[in-house]
Structures are given as C-alpha cells and as structure tokens.
C-alpha cells in the first residue's frame, strides 16, 4: 500500500521508513522492522528491549545507578526512599533495610491507580454528575418557583385594587432581588462544583495515562489525589420566600397587605453522599443460557466465591480453598490455618480472600497473590459463620452467640466494627436464634439481604439496619411441594434478589421489596445450590455450585440472563 495514495497506511518501522514496523523497542519507544533490529541495537544490547509490537511498554525501563554506571535500579530502600541497583543492594550502606524490587512497586501503584480510576469513574465522578443535574435543575426550576410567589402577591393585590399597586411594585422589586441573590449563589455553586468535576475528569485521564506508562520514574512519582476528590461540596439549602396575606387596612397599608420572609442559604457538609454508577437497567431473558458448565471433582459444597468471571473459589468440606479457572482447571489450593473447615469465603475487589474460622472465631485473609493467612478479626463469645464484601468495600458477617441463643451480622470497615443488626422496633430477633448457615449479600440499594437457613426466610433490612420485609417462599400448589429451605443468596444489577432452594431445586427470583418473581428452575438433579454474581462487577452472569445426584461430586455452572 502506498501511503502517499492511500488515506490509512500499516504502522511502518521509524527507522527505514519502507517495512512493516512489526517489532517494538521498549526503551526507545520506536517501531521497527525485522531488518532493522541489528542496527538499532548495534550500540549496546543492554541499552535496548525489542519485543513484538502488540506487546510494547510491557517492559519496565529502570533508571541507570548514578554510582554503578553499567548497573540499572530495580530495586527501592524503603527507609532511604532511593532506588538501588544489585550492587548497591549488597553494600553496606543499606543493610539491614527492608528492600523491595521496584516490579513490585510498579505492581502496587499500579493496582492504586486502577482502584482511584475505578473509585473515579464508577463512584465520585457519578455523583459530581448527579450534584451538577441537581443544581441545574434547581437553576431551571427557580423562576418557576418564584413565580408561583409573585402570582399569589398579585392575586390578592387584585382584591385591594389601586391603593396598593406601590406595595405591590415594592414587594415584586424585592422578590427580584432575592431571587439575583438566590441565583446568583446557585450558579456560584455549580460554577465551583462543575470546576471540580473538571478536575476529576482531567484527574481521571492522568490516571490513565499513568496506566498506561512503563516510565518507571513517572510511576513512582504517581501522588493520588483520591482524598481530595473524596470530599464532597457541602449542599446548598435554600428555603424560598412565602407571601404571607394580611386582612386589607388602607391606613396601614404596607403592614396590612403582607411580607416576605427572606429566602435562607445554608451549606449542609452532610448533604452529598457517594453514590456508584448505576449499570443500565435490563429486563431479563426469556430463557436463561447456559454459558458453561465443568465437574470438579470434588466433595462437600460449602460456597463459592468469583472474580471477574475468570477465577472461581470453592470453599467444601474441608480445610482447603480451591481456586479453578473459567475452563475448571485447577490453579490453587489454600488450607486454612487451623486445619478446620472454613464457614464461608467471600473475595475482595483487589483479590484477597476472605474466610471465617468458626474453630478461632476469627475472619482471615489471604493476600492476593500469596499463601500467606493473617487473622483480621478475632470474636469473643460468638462464631462466625458467613460473609460478603459490600459494594463500598465494607464486610459483612453473619454470627452466632457460642451457646446459640442469639444471632446477628455485624458491619465492618477496614475490620474495625461500626454497625451491629440484630433487633427489630418490637425488640425482637430479626434473624433465628441458631448456629445455622445464614448467606449474605447486599442489594445495589444498600439492602442487607440474608438467606436465614433456620428461619426458612430471606430477611432483608435497611443500610440503617431497620427490618424491611421477609420472604418465606410461595403458597403449596403440589403435594410434592416442599417448605422453603435457602441457601446460597445472590443480587443482581437491578436490585432483584436471587436465592437457591435447596428442597425444591429452583432459585426464587423477588424484587427489592420483596415481590416474587417466576422461579429459575433448576432440575431435580439439584440437592443444593449455592449461587452468586461476581465480585464488583457488572457483567451478566450468575454462578451455580450444585451437588450431582449420582456421584455426589459437585460442579460450576454459568448462567447468562441479563442480571
């Protein structure tokens, strides 16, 4: 192809000029050809990192010692704060210091600027959105407001005829003047508030071209901003003037006719709250697909727990947490540190697992990436039983009082307790007195949703704690029919409440308040399911662990049904 007679040309290399650039110097930053390797690299092979053009910047390029000329910086002093190549590592100067290879450090910055850019894009940025529609709303709709006052002025200055036309000026002249000012504070506001979303949104690209970069300096030089961002403008309250009749005196005319009470400005610091980016809302397929499906070999379904749809934890009946792939192969094996079988396994948006120790009374994690068990959380008098990570990175777990006679599911953030849900406004117990399995998931409206095994029901509560509805299952239409028995709990992108009954091999469907929805029918080979969506994300698909029939081994099955 001729590029002078074409309007879209091949990425040619920069060197000749002629040949495909198929390859791609990671140091340099410059497309090559085949042929013309040999000569970029004729200086220096360690000076030059040549890799295939669809995997350029997936080297790191260090910076060279500024003690050891031939040597490059990989590694960082973290009390010195100063990168170190090997033989600086090795000397004197930083003995006894902690190390750590800048990779790592790559790889955690990394990791942070995807967890500002999601927090940005899915949580702050949305709800600058929805503040800046509020304001402007309110911006639209001011004229209206002051209108319907101004009407009632007039309206009952007809009654009073020419003897108060002057009063009637005076006061429409000063309902202008408040609502200038009115305005004017307003679009002062959304002024300040839509530079901010500016910010962000400039905030948001930096973050991505940080991503994108292999500039090892330019990563570590990344300084996050989130805090800043966190912090909401506080909320404009204004209360709008009334006209206040007064019986007609013409003596004393000003004071007879009325008045005006002043428009009030306040800023509210708790008025904006955070709100994460609502996907866009569905209907269900007629017919639920079968994306996939594998055995696993294994015994003793306890729960499962998915990230991004590619690594499905199990949790069975037995001291070990097994990691498959979504082609079910298997790729890790975690055992719990007491050697007793965990209650229940949630994952956490970065990827840590989350396990309850009912032997310890403790919640534990497993750090992305490692074997290594660190206890969070360790209970006095109660046992753990299960748990789930919020959509705000919050922990919730479900436990039960040592001698069984009490039940609850605490709220924590960053494992320090905040929020404890256990009685209703009579006193009562909202869940079973048990040590039985109670499921765990929160709605996309902040709902607390339990699948309380003991009570035969779904319990949901308010972010406040507060009982909203139960859901003892449907009226027996069959003499086959058995009593509502849940299990496994799942929500989905719509706010519908998603629940396996185990007795009767279907998940029940209800809405967020509590409406019953046509069951998912899951055959009769189905002795119990356990049943979630991914862990914070968006995309469609639910996943079933189920017991076989027949060899009492369990396996994965993908569904796709638009939730």
Not at 140 to 161: C, M, P, R, T, W
Not at 341 to 355: A, C, K
Not at 506 to 518: K, L, Q, S, W
Request: hydrophobic content about 35%; some cysteine; charged content about 25%.
């Amino acid at each position: 192809m001729d590029p002078r007679r074409s309007g879209q040309d091949v990425i040619r290399c920069e060197l000749c000029k002629e040949n495909v650039g198929e390859m791609y110097c990671d140091f340099c930053h410059i497309r090559l050809c085949i042929p013309c390797i040999g000569s970029h690299i004729a200086n220096g092979y360690d000076n030059h990192k040549v890799v295939p053009f669809q995997k350029r910047k997936s080297t790191l390029v260090y910076t060279r010692c500024t003690i050891h000329e031939n040597k490059r910086n990989k590694f960082k002093c973290v009390e010195c704060n100063v990168c170190l190549c090997s033989l600086c590592v090795s000397s004197n100067s930083h003995k006894g210091h902690d190390l750590v290879h800048l990779s790592q450090v790559n790889l955690t910055t990394k990791q942070s600027v995807r967890k500002d850019e999601r927090e940005l894009k899915n949580i702050i940025s949305p709800t600058y959105d929805a503040i800046v529609s509020e304001l402007e709303s309110k911006v639209a709709g001011l004229d209206n407001a002051y209108d319907e006052v101004i009407f009632s002025i007039i309206q009952h200055g007809e009654k009073l005829h020419k003897e108060v036309d002057n009063v009637i000026g005076n006061m429409k002249n000063e309902l202008n003047e408040m609502k200038n000012s009115h305005l004017d504070i307003l679009k002062k506001k959304l002024d300040g508030v839509v530079q901010q979303r500016n910010s962000i949104q400039q905030g948001m690209r930096y973050l991505w071209e940080i991503e994108q970069s292999n500039e090892i300096m330019e990563i570590m030089e990344y300084k996050s901003r989130i805090e800043e961002f966190r912090q909401l403008p506080p909320k404009v309250q204004i209360t709008l003037p009334t006209f206040n009749a007064k019986s007609i005196n013409t003596e004393d005319m000003r004071n007879i006719f009325g008045f005006l009470t002043r428009f009030s400005s306040a800023l509210d610091e708790q008025g904006y709250t955070l709100k994460r980016k609502q996907p866009e809302i569905k209907e269900f397929l007629n017919e639920e697909e079968l994306v996939t499906t594998f055995i696993t070999e294994l015994e003793g379904l306890n729960s499962i727990a998915v990230v991004e749809n590619e690594n499905i934890w199990i949790n069975r009946k037995a001291s070990d947490m097994n990691c498959f792939d979504s082609e079910g192969r298997l790729t890790k094996t975690i055992h719990s540190s007491t050697g007793e079988i965990p209650n229940d396994i949630t994952v956490t948006e970065d990827g840590d697992i989350l396990y309850t120790d009912w032997k310890s009374s403790s919640i534990n994690v497993v750090k992305n990436g490692t074997a290594n068990i660190e206890e969070k959380i360790t209970l006095h008098g109660w046992i753990p039983v299960n748990l789930c990570v919020t959509f705000f990175n919050d922990l919730l777990v479900s436990m039960y009082k040592e001698d069984g006679s009490e039940s609850k599911v605490v709220r924590y953030t960053d494992f320090v307790e905040k929020q404890t849900i256990q009685y209703g406004d009579n006193g009562q117990q909202l869940l079973s007195a048990n040590n039985f399995i109670k499921y765990l998931a929160e709605n996309r409206n902040r709902d607390i949703c339990v699948a309380d095994n003991g009570a035969n029901a779904v319990v949901v509560v308010a972010q406040s704690g507060r009982l909203r509805f139960q859901y003892k299952g449907q009226p027996q239409i069959s003499p086959n029919q058995q009593q509502f028995h849940p299990f496994g709990i799942a929500t989905d992108s719509q706010s519908h409440i998603l629940t396996s009954d185990s007795d009767n091999h279907c998940i029940h469907i209800i809405d967020a308040d509590g409406y019953f929805m046509p069951p998912f029918e899951e055959g009769t080979a189905c002795c119990f399911a356990v049943v979630c969506r991914s862990v914070h994300q968006q995309f469609p698909f639910i996943f079933f662990a189920k017991n076989a029939h027949i060899e009492m081994k369990f396996g994965i099955q993908v569904y796709h049904n638009n939730i």
